[in-house]
């Protein structure tokens, strides 16, 4: 099965940016298809963004990345990335990669993933 290491958390200032990685290992078909969730203290696990790299690369975000976030894969590292910018102290939690999509609903939908990483925290103070 596909384990997945994300890396690149932190602590910075409001309006600072981040760059988050995702190692994927081994390759599979099943990561051509990865997200983005975050997870702060006494809520749920919300989604991010998406990457779909299935011939053609389709991206989604949630609302309330505005532009500020930007998702991308480097197929030859099999490594998702998570570029945030003009950080907020809201944008605080724990961020997942995940991968192995089941393609049953929703993507936002945290069931809908069957792997994922162990997290990276990002703190972003006011």
């Known amino acids: 099965q596909v384990q997945l290491v994300e890396s690149g958390g932190g602590s910075v200032q409001a309006g600072g940016s981040l760059r988050l990685s995702c190692a994927a290992s081994?390759?599979?078909?099943?990561?051509?298809?990865m997200a983005w969730f975050r997870q702060a203290p006494g809520k749920e696990r919300e989604p991010v963004a998406l990457l779909e790299d299935t011939g053609s690369r389709v991206t989604r975000y949630a609302d309330f990345v505005k532009g500020r976030f930007t998702i991308s894969r480097d197929s030859g590292k099999n490594t998702l990335y998570l570029q945030m910018n003009s950080l907020k102290p809201d944008d605080t939690a724990t961020y997942y990669c995940a991968a192995d999509r089941r393609n049953r609903e929703d993507w936002r939908a945290p069931r809908e993933w069957n792997v994922w990483g162990q997290g990276t925290q990002v703190t972003v103070s006011s």
């Open positions: 081994p390759y599979t078909r099943s990561t051509n298809v």
